[in-house]
């Protein structure tokens, strides 16, 4: 066998090891029934009626997502859940619940959460104070006392206004 050959041999062999590392959740048993649970979950908010039944149904992939390491795929379902039901703060709750041992993806969920309020948005809002409350949270486990600081103010307004 010649060099290139060999190389050839090689380069082919880590290949093959990086697919097979890359859709090992899937092959193993727990991958497999969190794939059937986000399946299921998503297959209930296509067929949900309301606004609110479909929210639930995201947010329960997230959760079965979230518990099977999956981080993406819980961040994508919490977003959808949360642009679902935009008034829900159980929602922004249990999101903040299940991203917790991601802080930046969760500070990008809930940043979007923020954006995504109209300038009209009533500053007592349930969604938008929950939704500060846990930017706050996150901000002081993070020890991040600026940040922290800056959601404390925006709270202190939006509860007093």
């Known amino acids: 066998m010649s060099a290139s ?8 062999f880590l290949f093959a090891v990086y697919v097979i590392v890359q859709v090992r ?13 986000i399946r299921e ?22 959760e079965v997502a979230a518990k099977a390491g999956r981080w993406i795929s819980a961040a994508g379902s919490f977003l959808r859940a949360l642009r679902s039901d935009p008034s829900s703060a159980a929602i922004v ?6 991203m917790a041992p991601r802080p930046r993806l969760l500070e990008s969920i809930l940043l979007r959460k923020v ?10 809002d349930p969604a938008l104070v929950a939704t500060l409350e846990e930017l706050k ?21 939006s509860t007093t206004s």
């Open 5 to 12: 050959t060999i190389a050839l041999v090689a380069v082919a």
């Open 25 to 37: 959740p899937a092959m193993l048993r727990r991958g497999r029934r969190a794939t059937t649970g």
């Open 41 to 62: 979950a998503h297959d209930r908010a296509r067929t949900a009626t309301t606004p609110d039944a479909r929210a639930l149904a995201l947010v329960e992939a997230g």
């Open 93 to 98: 709750t249990r999101t903040a619940a299940a």
């Open 115 to 124: 954006a995504a309020f109209a300038p009209a948005t009533p500053p007592g």
């Open 137 to 157: 949270a996150l901000y002081e486990k993070r020890r991040d006392k600026g940040k922290a600081r800056l959601v404390e103010m925006l709270l202190g307004r």
